[in-house]
């Protein structure tokens, strides 16, 4: 108890060690926040749920917050439904059982670039006769500009740029840049202002009803910005978190713990033991690591807990045997175990009460050492493609991110966000590991 | 630093009659190439049922040659005026003689047994998917072609890393506590990102935004005449990668370097050196890099060897068309010689050093025996 006080005192005493304890403490809070605010089974619905889980985000959009760094204002995306009063909707009742609702909603429009789409998500509800729905856009001087006029069926989809007749009307150009510019402008200047979107619609029975939900696209969204199927990146970023802490710590934990078990017992028993855990390293360091994962990726699963157990499996039988395996020798020696002997402990207590507990001290700084390695390991099988299908992780983001050739086409934020929460982690515990290791290695100390 | 692949020598020879020093050695030296000869064929014959999957990847070629084979003769003009069942039973035949061609009549087994005896003669034979640039199937000629490109960023990029960092540990084992010593020390983490992350950040900075240094390939297209232009277009595609395969090792590598030369300078005969007023050089030449010439060779050679593998991601994410992205291309074509090839060169080099390995240090070191 006093040794380990002893040892965090010593470690308070290295600037690099606190930060990283904060920085693996902020990750641990936000691998801890992801997990409880999106459960499991949310975070994949979110993450391959398909176009209905996606409809309302605009493609390929760098974050909101980049707006506050740029002198062009990029517009930003909203969603709104009259169902829950989103949008204000006003029924008003006729003769014969027609009915006629008046939906509107006013937004403001104060960017320096035009929006990429903007969209209309109709539910009705009908005996036989389909609603008549009117669309009407207000410009902020005081334009009404008819945009399209139909039928409704229960499920609806319309998109303001695929209209060929409103094209026709507004002169043949992109309709959303000739909605949102100023009258006569060239080249297209958009009008910045109130805008109003209107919806007339007539209803010819007594129990029909209409719901309109209004998706505005715009160039900006959220606080992580979308990918090339308008997924929020926020979710990976977030369950990128867990995923890569525990991919790390697993790793990382199973291998040195399995190293140093097969290296105290290789020492104890010596004999054929010793000699076949020695072969087998030595064939182990043969094979090349990387190769073996990226086939056992190709031609297996991808799944991560596959990769992992290969990975631990690949990186016990390594050079840190051998040193473990000749330190084991040295204490091998020491009285105490032959004192531990005399008394008649079993082979398997020594091994596993009084070896390697000794060498608990030299374990602890290599394990946090190597947890960046791990974690920059699944990333690295994530941007060759060999990510696991499934979950969301920082590597499928980096790897999505640069089969669309993000670097090419200015996309940096979606680059830049999943690296930077990488280097975070990978610095995070390389600083702590540092610090451990001259702390816990006598010979390193002061040096 | 050195992955400790050293040998360990624990092939303890039997107390031998005969002090014999050149017996000692002899019986050594058999017992050790067997010993390593053994560990190859066991690795080769691992790698070998993995690249084929216990068979699996036979049925994956299996079909692949069914699907083509029954499209071509389907659609083939000429076999126009035969009925279905011709059709048939001659898309059946050259099926079977694809499947021969392939050497997928043969069990899984037996072929990986004669995959095996041939490997270990270096006899790679032909690849199933890939061929070089010059057309060629022979896994020699896909191997020997991507090498130079390999040779060349690994080369230029790991002796820079090598020498750059052995002098600069040097010199701040010498002056240890200064400003840069302790900012190695503060960079050293960063270390813990690996080469193709860094190069993404060079390629988003010097090819994307400032736009002086090209995002990938290894020649600009179409590649120039000009024998001097061609070197310099060269040069240019190879600083990103390059460097982001330097930056990448070079803080921890001169880090693990100093604080090996400082463990060495602390010890007593060097003290001792140094208060009998022996110059500051012959001391570190005489008793600090002599006695760890071991470690420094050592690390050397298995530097050298490491080029052969070249870096799967970095060449892949600069496009540089060499070794380590033909493997990745490889196994993504199920091309077992391919695959087979690339590691047992490296397997038969990597023995080759260690072997080697033993005899330089009872020649650098007096206090190795070989065979000892």
């Known amino acids: 108890m006093n040794s380990i006080k002893n040892a965090f005192r010593e470690m308070m005493r290295y600037p690099s060690a606190v930060l990283g304890v904060i920085v693996i403490l902020l990750l641990v809070v936000l691998a801890a926040y992801a997990m409880i605010t999106i459960p499991y089974s949310e975070a994949i619905r979110l993450w391959r749920g398909g176009e209905d889980v996606w409809y309302q985000n605009p493609r390929f959009a760098p974050p909101a917050w980049t707006n506050l760094f740029t002198a062009k204002k990029l517009p930003e995306s909203f969603a709104v439904k009259s169902a829950n009063s989103g949008m204000t909707k006003v029924v008003t009742p006729g003769t014969k059982g027609t009915s006629s609702i008046e939906i509107t909603y006013n937004f403001d429009f104060s960017y320096d670039e035009f929006p990429q789409?903007?969209?209309?998500?109709?539910?009705?509800?009908?005996?036989?006769?389909?609603?008549?729905?009117?669309?009407?856009?207000?410009?902020?001087?005081?334009?009404?500009?008819?945009?399209?006029?139909?039928?409704?069926?229960?499920?609806?989809?319309?998109?303001?740029?695929?209209?060929?007749?409103?094209?026709?009307?507004?002169?043949?150009?992109?309709?959303?840049?000739?909605l949102f510019a100023k009258p006569d402008s060239d080249p297209l200047i958009p009008l910045k202002g109130k805008y109003q979107l209107i919806l007339n619609v007539v209803t010819f029975e007594e129990s029909a009803d209409l719901d309109a939900e209004f998706v505005f696209h715009g160039l900006v969204y959220g606080l992580a910005g979308t990918d090339m199927s308008r997924r929020d990146l926020m979710l990976p970023l977030l369950w990128g978190a867990p995923i890569a802490l525990a991919f790390g710590l697993l790793a990382s934990l199973g291998t040195s713990v399995l190293t140093m078990i097969i290296a105290a017992a290789g020492a104890w028993y010596a004999g054929w033991v010793d000699e076949l855990i020695q072969r087998i390293t030595e064939v182990n360091i043969i094979l090349p690591f990387l190769n073996i994962l990226i086939m056992v990726g190709t031609f297996y699963s991808r799944s991560i807990w596959l990769i992992l157990g290969v990975t631990i499996l690949l990186s016990i039988f390594t050079g840190q045997i051998k040193s473990y395996r000749a330190i084991f020798m040295q204490v091998k020696e020491s009285t105490y175990i032959?004192?531990?002997?005399?008394?008649?402990?079993?082979?398997?207590?020594?091994v596993?009460?009084?070896?390697?507990?000794?060498?608990?001290p030299l374990l602890i700084p290599g394990l946090v050492s190597s947890i960046p390695a791990f974690v920059f390991l699944e990333a690295t099988l994530a941007v060759l493609g060999l990510g696991d299908p499934v979950l969301?992780?920082?590597?499928?983001?980096?790897?999505?991110?640069?089969?669309?050739?993000?670097?090419?086409?200015?996309?940096?934020?979606?680059?830049?966000?999943?690296?930077?929460?990488?280097?975070?982690t990978g610095l995070g515990f390389a600083m702590l590991g540092f610090a451990l290791d001259r702390i816990f290695n006598p010979r390193l100390r002061g040096m | 630093m050195t992955s400790g692949s050293q040998s360990s020598g624990s092939e303890s020879p039997k107390k031998s009659s005969s002090n014999s020093t050149l017996l000692r050695v002899a019986r050594y030296t058999v017992v050790r190439l067997f010993t390593l000869f053994v560990t190859i064929v066991i690795g080769i014959y691992l790698t070998i049922i993995i690249a084929n999957m216990g068979g699996y990847v036979d049925q994956i070629m299996r079909s692949d040659i069914r699907e083509n084979v029954?499209?071509?003769?389907?659609?083939?003009?000429?076999?126009?005026?035969?009925?279905?069942?011709?059709?048939?039973?001659?898309?059946?035949?050259?099926?079977?003689?694809?499947?021969?061609?392939?050497?997928?009549?043969?069990?899984?087994?037996?072929?990986?047994?004669?995959?095996?005896?041939?490997?270990?003669?270096?006899?790679?034979?032909?690849?199933?998917?890939?061929?070089?640039?010059?057309?060629?199937?022979?896994?020699?000629?896909?191997?020997?072609?991507?090498?130079?490109?390999?040779?060349?960023?690994?080369?230029?990029?790991?002796?820079?890393?090598?020498?750059?960092?052995?002098?600069?540990?040097?010199?701040?084992?010498?002056?240890y506590g200064s400003f840069w010593d302790k900012l190695v020390i503060a960079l050293s983490p960063t270390s813990a990102a690996p080469p193709w992350f860094y190069g993404i950040f060079f390629i988003?900075?010097?090819?994307?935004?400032?736009?002086?240094?090209?995002?990938?390939?290894?020649?600009?297209?179409?590649?120039?005449?000009?024998?001097?232009?061609?070197?310099?277009?060269?040069?240019?595609?190879?600083?990103?990668?390059?460097?982001?395969?330097?930056?990448?090792?070079?803080?921890?590598?001169?880090?693990n370097w100093r604080t090996f030369f400082?463990?060495?300078?602390?010890?007593?005969?060097?003290?001792?050196?140094?208060?009998?007023?022996?110059?500051?050089?012959?001391?570190?030449?005489?008793?600090?890099?002599?006695?760890?010439?071991?470690?420094?060779?050592?690390?050397?050679?298995?530097?050298l060897i490491g080029l052969w593998t070249g870096a799967i991601i970095t060449e892949t994410v600069f496009l540089w068309p060499g070794l380590g992205r033909t493997s990745f291309q490889a196994i993504g074509l199920y091309d077992t010689p391919v695959i087979v090839g690339t590691t047992i060169i490296y397997a038969y080099l990597l023995a080759i050093t260690v072997f080697l390995l033993d005899f330089v240090y009872a020649l650098v070191d007096p206090r190795v025996k070989v065979g000892g």
């Open chain 1, 117 to 178: 789409e903007l969209l209309l998500y109709f539910t009705s509800t009908f005996k036989q006769k389909q609603p008549f729905v009117s669309i009407y856009l207000m410009t902020p001087d005081q334009r009404k500009v008819r945009i399209s006029d139909f039928g409704v069926s229960p499920k609806q989809t319309f998109r303001f740029s695929q209209d060929e007749k409103l094209k026709r009307r507004l002169g043949g150009g992109e309709i959303i840049p000739a």
């Open chain 1, 338 to 350: 032959e004192a531990a002997r005399a008394y008649g402990a079993s082979s398997q207590r020594i």
């Open chain 1, 352 to 360: 596993f009460l009084y070896l390697i507990p000794r060498m608990i």
């Open chain 1, 392 to 424: 969301p992780t920082w590597g499928k983001i980096i790897n999505d991110a640069w089969s669309n050739g993000a670097l090419y086409k200015g996309m940096y934020y979606w680059i830049l966000e999943p690296a930077v929460l990488l280097m975070f």
């Open chain 2, 70 to 175: 029954t499209a071509q003769v389907m659609n083939n003009p000429a076999n126009k005026g035969m009925t279905t069942e011709v059709k048939k039973k001659l898309a059946e035949d050259m099926i079977k003689l694809q499947e021969k061609r392939m050497g997928l009549d043969t069990p899984v087994a037996i072929r990986n047994f004669a995959y095996l005896t041939n490997a270990l003669q270096m006899k790679l034979g032909r690849a199933i998917n890939m061929s070089s640039d010059s057309g060629s199937r022979q896994v020699n000629l896909i191997i020997l072609e991507r090498l130079p490109a390999t040779l060349l960023l690994m080369g230029s990029s790991n002796l820079i890393l090598f020498f750059a960092s052995l002098y600069l540990a040097l010199s701040l084992s010498r002056k």
């Open chain 2, 204 to 255: 988003l900075i010097f090819a994307a935004i400032f736009k002086v240094l090209p995002f990938g390939g290894m020649v600009s297209t179409p590649p120039p005449d000009n024998k001097i232009e061609y070197t310099i277009s060269l040069l240019q595609h190879l600083i990103l990668p390059a460097s982001s395969l330097i930056i990448s090792s070079i803080f921890i590598s001169i880090y």
């Open chain 2, 262 to 303: 400082l463990i060495y300078s602390s010890e007593d005969y060097v003290e001792m050196a140094k208060a009998k007023g022996l110059l500051p050089r012959d001391i570190e030449q005489r008793y600090i890099l002599q006695p760890t010439l071991p470690t420094i060779i050592t690390s050397f050679a298995l530097m």
